[in-house]
């Protein structure tokens, strides 16, 4: 069996965020075992005007090839009523990225790797950096604190309270 890769996944929501996000934290326990998770955010939506997202990562580690990781995705997403044909600035009931997997840099089973919205965008960046402070970029061998701290677009988030199998995730309190 070959080594578990560790993968860092981002979880968002922007319809019944709370339904959705514990359903899908519940599918990747009943998958993959222990998780590691990050504090549970609240975001505008980016790219269209929509309702506010819940954001939060999750760590885990897997022997999954990326191609089979993104099926099960899909197929967790459309079982918790996302359409494939909806636009891709558009509300969501659940969305989820693969962000990291291992060290791995460039096209692998058509998923680009590390995700660009890592450096683009606060609603994965922080919780990002909150999960895994000392764990570097890929790319640009940065830690994602260091990221985070010269991290400067005008996107605002905040942390939310947000409890999963009894144990609170999050508190509103940053």
């Known amino acids: 069996m070959p080594d578990q890769v560790p993968v860092y996944i981002s979880i968002g929501s922007n319809i019944n965020r709370e339904c959705h996000v514990s359903a899908a934290l519940d599918a990747l326990e009943d998958w993959f075992g222990a998780l590691e998770i990050s504090p549970v955010y609240e975001s505008e939506a980016v790219g269209f005007d929509g309702s506010p997202f819940y954001n939060l990562v999750v760590g885990i580690r897997t022997n999954l090839s990326v191609g089979e990781l993104s099926r099960y995705f899909k197929q967790l997403e459309a079982e918790n ?17 693969i962000l990291t997997y291992g060290e791995a840099v460039g096209r692998m089973d058509g998923v680009e790797l590390p995700r660009a919205e890592i450096l683009k965008n606060a609603f994965v960046l922080r919780p990002l950096a909150d999960l895994a402070p000392g764990v570097k970029h890929p790319v640009c061998r940065k830690s994602y604190r260091e990221l985070w701290k010269a991290y400067n677009a005008n996107q605002k988030l905040w942390p939310v309270s947000f409890s999963w199998q009894g144990r609170r995730i999050s508190s509103a309190v940053g």
């Open 81 to 97: 009523g996302r359409r494939p044909e909806a636009p891709k600035f558009s509300a969501r009931t659940l969305d989820l990225d």
